[in-house]
């Protein structure tokens, strides 16, 4: 099939296969910022002047209640472009188990329709080559408490982020540092001193985060010479956190 859209993607070290040199994986190139409600009312108004943007908004927020208060009662949802099915994760062991929080998890999975399967096969991959960026990356972080690398974080526990040039600097700038930001934007940052700094593994410990999604962020000066970077680098891990999901 003749493909019509393009994903141009960077290639980056893989530090999950830290015993291979040239192994990579493919980082999506972002266009666009992430559309939100309020991106998608504005796109809709724009298509068909007649619907006002407050009554699409209005809309897709009532939308998203009803989703998400199916699924809180074990229902699942579909709609043009995910399923969206609920799932209780972990082991049970025993005559007459009971639920844990420690051993089971609630879930939910998300998987294409087949009409979004069939749209992609549309879509055809441009790399631009290895992404350097200064070699300034975050390539993974992991749970020191469950030891998940999924981007799932347990609030005042700690995590490792490995990368390259993350470490904090200067580490006395409140602007610097290590920050989860919400959906709403708001960063939150460390509530302890980092317990290891280096340029290539940070070791930290995670706030009092409320549920749900965060962006990882990293502000930092740090640079390979002995010279402080003029303006501050901004590192994004492209894998969401999560806490409590």
């Given at each position: 099939m003749a493909k019509t859209?393009?994903?141009?993607?960077?290639?980056?070290?893989?530090?999950l296969?830290?015993?291979?040199?040239?192994?990579?994986?493919?980082e999506i190139s972002t266009v666009?910022?992430?559309?939100?409600?309020e991106d998608i009312a504005r796109k809709v108004v724009k298509e068909r002047s007649e619907f006002r943007y407050e009554t699409i908004l209005a809309i897709l927020n009532e939308r998203d209640?009803?989703?998400?208060?199916?699924?809180?009662?074990?229902?699942?949802?579909?709609d043009g472009n995910i399923h969206i099915?609920?799932?209780?994760?972990?082991?049970?062991?025993g005559?007459?188990?009971i639920f844990d929080p420690k051993a089971h998890k609630i879930t939910v999975d998300a998987t294409p329709t087949a009409e979004f399967r069939k749209a992609l096969e549309e879509v055809g991959v441009e790399v631009l080559g290895k992404k350097t960026d200064g070699g300034a990356i975050i390539g993974l972080v992991t749970d020191v408490l469950t030891g998940k690398i999924d981007g799932s974080v347990s609030p005042n526990g700690d995590i490792i982020i490995e990368g390259s040039k993350i470490?904090?600097?200067?580490?006395?700038?409140?602007?610097m540092g290590v920050f989860f930001v919400d959906a709403a934007g708001t960063a939150t940052p460390l509530d302890y001193p980092m317990t290891e700094n280096n340029p290539k593994r940070i070791v930290c410990r995670v706030?009092?985060?409320?549920?749900?999604?965060?962006t990882l962020k990293i502000v930092t000066c740090f640079t390979a010479s002995n010279h402080l970077l003029k303006q501050a680098r901004t590192i994004e891990y492209e894998l969401p956190l999560k806490v409590g999901m």
């Amino acid at each position: 099939m003749a493909k019509t859209f393009f994903w141009k993607v960077w290639l980056r070290a893989n530090l999950l296969t830290k015993e291979v040199d040239n192994d990579y994986i493919a980082e999506i190139s972002t266009v666009g910022n992430t559309l939100r409600n309020e991106d998608i009312a504005r796109k809709v108004v724009k298509e068909r002047s007649e619907f006002r943007y407050e009554t699409i908004l209005a809309i897709l927020n009532e939308r998203d209640t009803i989703v998400l208060d199916a699924v809180q009662n074990g229902s699942s949802v579909q709609d043009g472009n995910i399923h969206i099915a609920p799932r209780v994760t972990g082991n049970w062991v025993g005559a007459d188990p009971i639920f844990d929080p420690k051993a089971h998890k609630i879930t939910v999975d998300a998987t294409p329709t087949a009409e979004f399967r069939k749209a992609l096969e549309e879509v055809g991959v441009e790399v631009l080559g290895k992404k350097t960026d200064g070699g300034a990356i975050i390539g993974l972080v992991t749970d020191v408490l469950t030891g998940k690398i999924d981007g799932s974080v347990s609030p005042n526990g700690d995590i490792i982020i490995e990368g390259s040039k993350i470490r904090i600097a200067p580490v006395e700038d409140a602007e610097m540092g290590v920050f989860f930001v919400d959906a709403a934007g708001t960063a939150t940052p460390l509530d302890y001193p980092m317990t290891e700094n280096n340029p290539k593994r940070i070791v930290c410990r995670v706030p009092a985060l409320a549920n749900g999604e965060y962006t990882l962020k990293i502000v930092t000066c740090f640079t390979a010479s002995n010279h402080l970077l003029k303006q501050a680098r901004t590192i994004e891990y492209e894998l969401p956190l999560k806490v409590g999901m």
